[in-house]
């Protein structure tokens, strides 16, 4: 189960993954995870391989397929997390409202659990947790951090997708479509050749494969991007419908929300560009290439 992949750092492979590092008094665990049980799992494995340590939680952002099993975690963790990422974190209705930029019926929520944590600790973008670096990966959420650990391992969460999830959804799931390009575009950067990279739904990477898989993650949303500003007169339910049956997904209503707040971000987008402008009809609002 706990797969060891540098000096201090462990992983628990999973959807999504979950990552261990080792410090000298304790482990810090990274996105727990979704399911109940995997909690029991984490705790399993600190109790038999680091000598009962102390454990921390680093949250990447307050989805629940990521902070789920904190249930089943010891009731004194208090995970850490953004300080654009509280709000959602410790309050069900806005982590939905947020999530699925609406009030949706439970019967359609993608994984969600309704559990929030009663105490946390917030740190900022960009600052350090111990022997880990924190990382600005804002887009997928408002908050969504990457973990640099000082053994060169970088889980990078829900910024990037491997390719079988892509494959499954079609549209991946971001809150905000300038700041994902602009994480996208910033792990290019940063990754460098000593890098262990996980991703957070998606295989363990090294250097090369890593930046083959970023590629394609902004190749697709390049792409994306021209399809949208190419259809006119749709509605933003009506365009996401199309581009999930153009990839040959399965469309749920799930998908179908999930998918459609990815494309409403890249809709504003280009209407603020000046490509799209907007019109009422007896549909919703409709969205209108403008002529050159």
Same mark, same amino acid.
């Given at each position: 189960m706990l797969q060891k992949i540098r000096e201090r750092t462990y992983l628990i492979k999973g959807s999504p993954n979950t990552l261990l590092y080792e410090s000298y008094d304790k482990v810090l665990v990274i996105d727990p995870g979704s399911e109940l049980e995997r909690g029991k799992?984490?705790?399993n494995e600190v109790m038999q391989n680091f000598n009962e340590k102390k454990i921390e939680?680093?949250?990447?952002?307050?989805?629940?397929?990521?902070? $789920?099993? &904190?249930?089943?975690?010891?009731?004194?963790? $208090?995970?850490?997390?953004?300080?654009?990422?509280i709000s959602s974190l410790?309050?069900?209705?806005?982590?939905?409202? +947020?999530?699925?930029?609406s009030s949706t019926p439970s019967n359609i929520l993608?994984?969600?659990?309704?559990?929030?944590?009663?105490?946390?600790? @917030?740190?900022?973008?960009?600052s350090k947790i111990d022997e880990i670096e924190t990382i600005d990966l804002r887009g997928h959420s408002l908050g969504h951090?990457?973990? &640099? %650990? @000082?053994?060169?391992?970088?889980?990078?969460?829900? /910024?990037?997708?491997?390719?079988?999830?892509?494959?499954?959804?079609?549209?991946?799931?971001? &809150?905000?479509?300038?700041?994902?390009?602009? /994480?996208?575009?910033? +792990?290019?950067?940063?990754?460098?050749?000593?890098?262990?990279?996980?991703?957070a739904h998606g295989p363990v990477m090294k250097y090369k494969e890593a930046l083959g898989v970023l590629d394609i993650n902004i190749k697709l949303m390049e792409e994306i991007k021209e399809k949208v500003s190419n259809f006119s007169g749709l509605t933003a339910e009506e365009i996401t419908y199309k581009l999930l049956k153009g990839a040959n997904v399965n469309i749920t209503e799930s998908s179908l929300v999930l998918s459609g707040v990815?494309?409403?971000?890249?809709?504003?987008? &280009?209407?603020?560009?000046?490509?799209?402008? %907007?019109?009422?009809?007896?549909?919703?609002?409709?969205?209108?290439?403008? /002529?050159?």
């Open positions: 799992i984490i705790m939680v680093l949250l990447t952002h307050s989805h629940s397929d990521h902070v $789920a099993a &904190l249930a089943t975690l010891s009731k004194d963790v $208090a995970p850490y997390i953004s300080e654009q990422e410790v309050d069900i209705k806005t982590r939905k409202a +947020l999530t699925y930029s993608y994984r969600f659990v309704d559990y929030a944590p009663e105490k946390f600790n @917030s740190f900022k973008l960009g951090a990457g973990f &640099l %650990t @000082s053994d060169g391992v970088l889980y990078t969460g829900d /910024s990037f997708f491997g390719d079988k999830l892509i494959s499954a959804v079609g549209v991946p799931y971001y &809150l905000n479509y300038e700041d994902a390009v602009s /994480s996208l575009n910033k +792990l290019k950067e940063i990754i460098r050749k000593d890098f262990i990279v996980v991703i990815t494309i409403k971000s890249i809709l504003g987008y &280009l209407t603020r560009e000046g490509f799209l402008q %907007t019109k009422v009809d007896e549909r919703g609002i409709v969205w209108i290439k403008k /002529s050159n």
